[in-house]
């Protein structure tokens, strides 16, 4: 599992941006969007976490990873 803060992610249209980003390189990853905390939790997928990290930030979105197990 991996959680990262994302700052920038402010509204729905933004968390849908993320997901899909995370998607595109996880096609088989669960997505959890918390956009009152601004986090992105992800599971269920062995990509290491700055390869996520990355596809967050090239749609748009800089992460930080918080949590990774």
């Known amino acids: 599992m991996h959680r990262f803060k994302v ?7 933004c968390a849908k941006s993320v997901t899909r980003a ?3 390189v996880a096609p088989n990853a669960r997505v959890e969007v918390d956009l009152g905390a ?4 992800v599971s269920g997928d062995d990509d290491p976490a700055d390869r996520i990290a990355q596809a967050i930030a090239t749609a748009g ?9």
């Open 7 to 13: 700052e920038k992610m402010g509204c729905g249209g």
């Open 22 to 24: 995370i998607q595109a």
């Open 38 to 41: 601004k986090l992105v939790t």
């Open 61 to 69: 979105y800089p992460a930080e990873l918080l949590l990774a197990a």
